[in-house]
């Protein structure tokens, strides 16, 4: 019988609801209690993958190609689990999953409505993760904040979900956060109080509050959570503010969280073993001499957009026991200000992104990083640019481009492939998800990565163009990673440079706080200079 936590928010969003689900998951798979997880996102697209980053900030892409919340990248990396389309649900999938059967008839004779129909539809999906996963426990975050219009439909399902499997299956997490008063130096909890009285009203007594501040909280507050909102003291668990979010899930293991839930629940009550994550956050906290990376790209002002790979610069300079310092750049300003801004980096990641805007900004960091031997990661768009600028100079003119940007240009060095021509649609039309790649021997990505076949994840529609693979070669370009039949370049990198690889894919989704990915070590490794000697093999003519 799979067990369920639902976690909900209240007071307001953006208090770090999913790095809890995320630390509550790795709490419970360091006792060795197999985890899934699932977010519910109350907005009507079906997914983010056509959201603006200004609306949404990063698209997250799971093994199977499904474009998500951000949030699946907490618990992906928390939990190391490689998780599903099936974790994440939105408004829109149920509506449309319910709206088609109506179309086939499935309904024949009946009136649709919220209840049961809708409900039904939400609860579906969480007995699907329980059935896919067969994990022992499945967590469900409700996103939002409890007395959301748009979010009731989720919480009435989870609601009845503990008739549905029984009371003892089903644990209720809320987590609110107490504001901090300066003017009388205290922290509130009417707040907290008004949240759980609204959960209450639709039916719901959450079992444990977890009560984000930015300052400490005392006994006394813990008490008045605990008897004004009729939850056990124990139950009441403060999570401050941490500099460093892996912290987390051991600040709830020491809280009592861990016990807490195994007993509520009925687990199994093994003592967690969190000791290597504790070696990881000591490392992290250690003081470290700081390496700045540049990452220049289109919405740097907009940090949400690129958490991937922030987190994953940060997994590989922590593994080289040095601290990041990320200088973002707004791609524009470097088409302003030229590339003076890039002199005090020590490496260049340009991410992903979509759109003209910024483009040349991008293409100067690339030219940059060549010219000046400085090490350089592209990131999908990030290799395109790489590629736009290799040609641009191996066939001296400025205008090979890719068709993104430029529909009439002579020299189409990315391109789509005849097949994407036709596709009209916007929603879910990319080369999404995971697909093998095949390192060429000899070469720094091969080298990296001590595989022969990768799979990593995909977003994109434009493709390195063939036509020119030939010209490019010549010039000095390695095509290093392709597709099983040779027909997608995957990778490619600069002979003669200490570091300089561009990826078709997003390998950041795959990186992990104790499993840096492979391209990102080597990166943060030859910027910091300390890439090992047996991994400057000769690259292939
Ligand atoms: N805009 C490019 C494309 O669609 C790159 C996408 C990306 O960086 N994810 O191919």
């Known amino acids: 019988m799979t067990k369920y936590i639902f976690v909900t928010g209240g007071v307001v969003s953006s208090v770090g609801k999913g790095i809890t689900v995320a630390s509550i998951g790795r709490i419970l798979k360091s006792r060795n209690i197999s985890v899934s997880v699932q977010k519910l996102d109350p907005y009507i697209n079906v997914d983010p993958g056509t959201m603006s980053p200004y609306q949404h900030g990063e698209v997250f892409v799971t093994q199977d190609g499904a474009e998500t919340d951000l949030d699946l990248g907490h618990y992906e990396r928390f939990i190391d689990v490689n998780l599903t389309a099936a974790s994440s649900v939105t408004t829109g999938q149920i509506y449309s999953s319910i709206i088609a059967q109506e179309r086939r008839g499935d309904f024949l004779g009946g009136t649709i409505q919220v209840v049961p129909h809708v409900i039904n539809e939400i609860k579906r999906r969480f007995r699907e993760v329980a059935r896919e996963s067969e ?41 609110t956060l107490l504001p901090y008063l300066s003017s009388t130096g205290e922290l509130k909890t009417k707040p907290t109080q008004h949240s759980v009285n609204e959960l209450r009203r639709i039916g719901i007594q959450p079992d444990v509050i977890v009560c984000r501040s930015d300052y400490p909280i005392t006994d006394e ?56 994550w504790h070696t990881l956050v000591e490392r992290m906290k250690e003081p470290k001499e700081p390496l700045p990376i540049a990452i220049v790209g289109k919405y740097v002002e907009l940090r949400d957009s690129y958490i991937s790979v922030r987190e994953a610069l940060r997994h590989a300079a922590a593994y080289h026991n040095r601290d990041i310092e990320i200088h973002w750049i707004r791609s524009e300003d470097l088409e302003r200000d030229g ?13 992903g992104g979509f759109g003209v805007r910024g483009i040349e900004g991008m293409v100067i960091a690339a030219r940059y990083a060549r010219e000046n031997q400085i090490p350089y990661l592209g990131l999908c768009l990030g290799m395109h640019v790489m590629v736009i600028e290799y040609a641009r100079q191996v066939l001296n003119s400025p205008e090979p481009n890719s068709t993104e940007f430029d529909l ?37 990505a091969a080298s990296a990565y001590g595989e022969n076949v990768v799979y990593e994840r ?20 390695v095509l290093s990673g392709l597709s099983p039949e040779g027909r997608l370049v995957e990778i490619s990198e600069l002979r003669d440079h200490p570091f300089m690889v561009g990826t078709q894919f997003h390998p950041e989704f795959r990186s992990r706080p104790n499993r840096p990915h492979p391209l990102f070590r080597d990166f943060i490794g030859a910027a910091s200079g300390v890439l090992r000697e047996g991994d400057q093999h000769t690259l292939p003519l």
């Open 339 to 351: 590339d003076s801004l890039l002199r005090c980096v020590q490496g260049i990641v340009v991410p």
């Open 458 to 477: 995909h977003r994109h529609r434009f493709e390195f163009n063939n036509d020119f693979r030939g010209t490019l070669e010549r010039g000095g370009l």
């Open 408 to 444: 009439e240009t002579p020299y189409p060095v990315i391109d789509l492939l005849p097949e994407q021509r036709a596709v009209q649609e916007k929603g879910g039309t990319m080369r999404l998800g995971g697909y093998p790649c095949h390192l060429i021997k000899g070469t720094r």
């Open 135 to 175: 994990a022992s426990v499945v967590i469900v975050e409700v996103g939002g904040t409890v007395g959301d219009i748009e979010g009731l439909p989720f919480i009435e399902a989870i609601r009845q979900m503990r008739s549905d499997v029984g009371r003892e299956n089903v644990l209720y997490v809320h987590v």
């Open 221 to 276: 507050i813990r008490d008045k959570i605990a008897l004004f909102c009729d939850v056990d003291r124990r139950a009441v668990v403060p999570l401050l503010t941490l500099p460093i979010i892996y912290e987390t899930p051991l600040v709830l293991e020491e809280a009592g969280l861990g016990q807490l839930v195994v007993e509520m629940l009925d687990l199994p009550r093994l003592n967690g073993d969190l000791s290597e």
